[in-house]
């Protein structure tokens, strides 16, 4: 996701929150003491904080909600005050109608900032779905618990520690697996050309996940050429990006094949800064706020590798900050596209801490292309040479890689 980190104050959210803290702690007081929710009124109070003049929305309708909730609903149990808390202000946020503002809990906070900081505690597996729509690994990441324990790519998972993993989403089934350094789980999978399901005990452990990699191959014409996997832009991927770099240009490659397919963004920062080894000056990226001003973001540092031949990699997982790396290059005409349209999310989150291990995204403004295309509008960048690739095949097979095998084949053109 793609984030700026500015600290700005939103006032409603406050308000809101600290309405709703005052009623959960007289609740919490209320149960402590064996008094009924009925006989205490709910009462607002801000502290340190004057009301918008804006808001005109009568809080009531919320408390006698949950009231209601408290005094009729069968199931007691499950009326979780911190949960019923958190749910509130997500629905809120929600309720502008746009996916990538978000409220998260303290455990969706952390898993967020894992992701950026490339390291979490689980097993090592990236998961999707086949066409079938069943839950499928696409590839143990190398060295982690669960390549150890035999996971192969195209393994279907049928069971997470029992649990019947049919119906779940990917982020369900990752929130599952996923779990504390030196726990155990339990994953029931199905192989390809076996008759029976497999149980595997996998203990989990803290993940490094580099955000670049690079390897050499040889083009049809025995071309030496540098494959970089990009796979996020993360807290490190700025300086694992220059290791990188520095061991491309003593290895004396002639062309360049920027991988960021399934990469789904990150830090716009990291875009603007990677865009830039490539290009000599210009613009990377127009970032447009709600009041229609736009301000470009351009070449912030001495390019590296300015004129060596290269092409880009992308596909439906390509999303946001790998899309602006994606779009400038195509723009400036510095690279061709190859494989299949991008995911298409042209709008800028800005991420704070909220109190309690809690956060917040929330959508700041729109970014387009250094041409002024937005990848909305677009349903995503379209690729220069297009080459589709086959779910099923390359879970049989995950060496056979069509898409870089035509950047191969382009790059022998130059």
Partial sequence: MQMQIFGKKFQLLTVFLVAVLIFVVGFSLGQASQINLRTIPPTVKFVNQTPPQEVTVDFKLFWDTWTLLNQQYFDKIALDPQKMFYGAIQGMVSGVGDPYTVFLPPTQQKNSKEELGGAFEGVGIELGFNKDKQLVVIAPLSGTPAEKAGILAGDLIVKIDGKEATALSVPDAVKLIRGQRGTAVALTIFRSGENDTRD???????????????????????????????????????????????????????????????????????????????????????????????????????????????????????????????????????????????????????????????????????????????????????????????????????????????????????
């Fill in 200 to 414: 595997i005990k996998i203990t989990r452990d803290t993940i490094i996940v580099k955000s670049v990699e690079v390897k050499y191959v040889d083009s049809p014409e025995k071309k030496k050429i540098a494959v970089i996997k990009l796979s996020r832009f993360g807290e490190r991927t700025n300086t694992e990006w220059d290791l990188a770099v520095s061991d491309i240009l003593s290895n004396n490659v002639v062309g360049i094949v920027l991988d960021v397919r399934n990469n789904p963004g990150g830090l716009l920062d990291g875009a603007v800064y990677i865009t830039s080894e490539f290009l000599k000056e210009g613009v990377v990226v127009i970032q447009e706020s709600n009041n229609g001003a736009k301000v470009p973001a351009a070449v912030n540092r001495s390019a590296k590798i300015p004129q060596t031949p290269m092409v880009v990699l992308i596909n439906k997982g390509s999303a946001s900050a790998s899309e602006i790396v994606a779009g400038a290059l195509q723009d400036h005409g510095r690279a061709k596209l190859i494989g299949e349209q991008s995911f298409g999310k042209g709008t800028i989150q800005e991420a704070e801490d909220l109190p309690k291990g809690t956060g917040i995204h929330i959508t700041i403004a729109r970014w387009l292309t250094p041409d002024g295309r937005w990848v909305n509008d677009l349903g995503g960048l379209k690729p220069d040479v297009e080459v589709k690739i086959d779910p099923d095949a390359r879970a049989k097979n995950p060496t056979d890689d069509p898409q870089l095998k035509k950047a191969l084949e382009v790059l022998d053109q130059f």
